[in-house]
């Protein structure tokens, strides 16, 4: 019961002392399993971040506080220590001859990540942990990383099997780090000795994190590794919280759920929703534009229907800055936006130069969904596309509780034709204006037929639109 006394629990607690306290973390919601519930309330997570390893950025309460101030209550946090920016530090304690310890700890490293715990839990933001990373094993990453053998005094190429060097993408998955569980098809003995240091370190951190009612668990940043691999990390996370009487929410990201209706990993989570307790769809994000995109959110979302979990999207790429599909800024509030009116429980903006992080761009979009959830709440609305009529192909989205809520986005201006018959009663619509953030004006409708809605302009607007009175 170790985090369960770390957390105010005794010892002594009973039973329903336990149940109450897992009530009140990070879980499905319990009313619609689509959707988050955290302290008992449902939730829509947003967010954007500009560093995906966010605790160990210098200033990182500033942009907590940022992200709070909008609206945004989740960021995605990878367990990596890559030297990409010259602030980070490795997890492994550094011995005066160069080498790194794996039985020893670098202070600062869990110091910060502890830090980051507190103040999320402080302010009530989520947190979507990453235990993996594969560019962090791979390419130039290798060679410093404290993994590599000729960098640590605890075992070396031939006792191991890990080489010098990786110089494929990792997408190749040719790191025997990601094959150290028995059973998998490339594991081999040897292989044990590293796994026992993977275990030590994820030990380590749910030492931290198991404290916290507010920390989701994905084993992988898009994985392209057997799901095995995955699997064994979940099982390992949940049965360590079961010790202590917690249930934890995990999770694995495949690298082809671009391509999901072909994805045989992606199958086989939606298929497995003991183990995969919720779904990470963010590379979907990639590659796809306009209504192709939403052409595979619908195909989610069947899949989802047979063992209703969240999907999140801890990563909406949108820079427009690499090559290989990660769109511009405008597809990036698109996709966003698309993304809640298909349902998603989560929808963060990935960092640069692949996303628009926390720019003021996501900031306004992230304002502009708590203004709509204001006066909608997405858990209560299922996408309803056959209610738009005169709509062209990507010009608006819908989502509705027909005769009760809307909400309406339009991608770039427009006129559609909402079908409002046998409701005969007057509606009353809000405009959001996407590139501010903010309310835009009212307008009152009148059911009982199709009625003609036109975007106040061109550019991203979204509507909610209520019932109101039966008319007279």
């Known amino acids: 019961m170790a985090a369960l006394i770390c957390a105010g629990i005794s010892a002594h607690a009973g039973k329903s002392d336990a149940i109450e306290y897992n009530a009140s973390r990070i879980k499905p919601y319990s009313n619609n399993p689509r959707y988050w519930q955290y302290k008992g309330e449902p939730v829509l997570l947003l967010g954007g971040s500009k560093d995906d390893s966010l605790f160990q950025i210098p200033d990182l309460k500033e942009h907590l506080d940022l992200l709070a101030s909008v609206g945004g209550n989740c960021i995605r ?88 060097n990786y110089p494929a993408h990792p997408s190749q998955d040719r790191q025997p780090f990601f094959h150290t569980i028995p059973g998998m098809q490339r594991y081999k003995k040897r292989y044990d000795r590293v796994r026992r240091f993977q275990e030590k370190f994820v030990e380590k951190m749910l030492s931290y994190t198991l404290d916290y009612g507010n920390v989701l668990y994905c084993m992988s940043n898009e994985t392209s590794t057997p799901p095995a691999w995955g699997r064994y990390w979940m099982k390992f996370i949940s049965d360590k919280a079961a010790k202590s009487g917690l249930k934890v929410c995990v999770t694995d990201m495949f690298d082809d759920a671009f391509k999901p209706e072909s994805s045989a990993k992606l199958r086989q989570a939606f298929d497995d929703p003991e183990a995969y307790t919720f779904l990470d769809i963010s590379q979907v994000n990639s590659r796809t534009f306009n209504e192709a995109q939403w052409v595979k959110l619908m195909w989610l979302d069947k899949q989802a229907q047979k063992h209703p979990r969240p999907l999140n999207n801890t990563k909406i790429y949108s820079d427009g800055s690499t090559g290989w599909g990660s769109g511009t800024p405008i597809d990036g509030i698109e996709r966003f ?109 009148t059911g009982g037929g199709k009625v003609a809605i036109r975007a106040p302009g061109k550019g991203g607007w979204v509507a909610a639109i209520v019932k109101g009175q039966k008319r007279r």
């Not at 030297?83 to 869990?110: C, I, M």
């Not at 201006?413 to 005969?424: F, N, R, V």
Request: glycine share 6%.
């Open 77 to 164: 946090n990878t367990m990596s220590s890559r030297q990409d920016k010259g602030f980070e530090v490795y997890r492994f304690k550094r011995l005066p001859s160069g080498k790194y310890d794996l039985n020893r700890w670098n202070s600062e490293y869990w110091e910060r990540f502890s830090r980051c715990l507190k103040w999320c839990s402080e302010r009530d933001i989520i947190i979507q942990i990453e235990l993996w990373d594969r560019f962090d094993y791979s390419q130039e990453h290798w060679k410093l990383s404290p993994w590599h053998p000729d960098n640590n005094v605890n075992y070396t190429n031939e006792q191991t099997g890990l080489a010098d």
């Open 337 to 445: 936006w698309r993304h809640l009116i298909a349902g998603s429980a989560s929808c963060r903006f990935h960092r640069p130069t692949a996303g628009i992080g926390l720019n003021e761009t996501a900031q306004a979009c992230i304002r502009a969904a708590r203004k709509i959830e204001s006066n909608v709440k997405f858990w209560f609305v299922t996408a309803r596309m056959d209610l738009l009529g005169e709509c062209q192909p990507d010009e608006a989205y819908l989502a509705a509780k027909d005769g009760e809520q809307y909400i309406l986005y339009f991608t770039d201006g427009g006129s559609i034709a909402l079908d409002l018959t046998g409701h005969d009663r007057k509606f009353n619509l809000s405009w959001v204006n996407i590139s501010t953030g903010n309310f835009a004006g009212n307008a009152t409708l």
